[in-house]
């Protein structure tokens, strides 16, 4: 088995990179000698670029990139070979994100957005870039209400309205992990942590 084959064992078709799938091995790398680490023609963020162009393309004008991304750190997350995972990921998302943004992770208790088991960044946040800050998919509240949606009758209860009419979830609540119940954050003003709306504001 050649050193080629026996990197294949590993990796499934969707997690293959099209040119190493195809052998085309000479299209990145020099076959004898370079001055970029893994005999690549040129530095990793040129390479990927000069294929993916919507990408670069859109890092010329984009207010918000992924600190990897905008580096050419593409490796960080991908195998520039392939993997057991779609896009040539390292490992699944929820994993691969913590690995640099364990700062997110207040309590071993992992509940709320940031679960072990079903867990997915990538439902709010984008992987590349974004024209929102934190790199969201959507805005707060409709992102939120993407998924809570349902107008019970505690939630209306506790909100005093319905969700349509709730300008911001994040100004009363984390947004991946806590330990307080109904994911609020952990320091709340006196009447509202009491329920005492009406210190404040008219019935």
Excluded: W
């Excluded at 990793?44 to 393309?57: A, G, R």
């Excluded at 859109?58 to 991304?69: A, C, E, R, Y």
């Excluded at 974004?130 to 909100?159: F, W, Y």
Aim: charged letters at 25%; proline letters at 4%; hydrophobic letters at 25%.
């Amino acid at each position: 088995m050649s050193c080629h084959e026996s990197m294949l064992v590993d990796i499934n078709d969707e997690g293959t990179h099209p040119l190493f799938r195809d052998r085309d091995c000479l299209a990145c790398h020099d076959s004898h000698a370079e001055d970029n680490s893994g005999f690549t023609k040129k530095p990793v963020k040129e390479m990927c670029l000069d294929c993916h162009t919507s990408i670069k393309k859109t890092l010329d004008t984009i207010g918000f990139k992924h600190s990897p991304v905008a580096e050419g750190k593409c490796t960080a997350c991908h195998n520039p070979h392939g993997s057991k995972l779609e896009y040539q990921l390292l490992s699944q998302p929820n994993d691969l994100c913590i690995t640099c943004h364990e700062r997110i992770i207040t309590t071993t208790d992992r509940k709320g957005h940031i679960v072990m088991e079903s867990g997915n960044c990538l439902s709010c946040h984008t992987s590349h870039y974004s024209e929102l800050k934190g790199l969201m998919v959507g805005k707060d509240p409709a992102l939120c209400i993407q998924c809570h949606s349902d107008n019970t009758e505690r939630l209306t209860s506790v909100h005093r309205q319905p969700i349509d009419k709730i300008s911001a979830c994040m100004s009363c609540h984390e947004h991946h992990v806590t330990e307080k119940p109904g994911m609020l954050k952990q320091i709340g003003h006196d009447p509202f942590t009491h329920g005492n709306c009406e210190a404040c504001h008219e019935s």
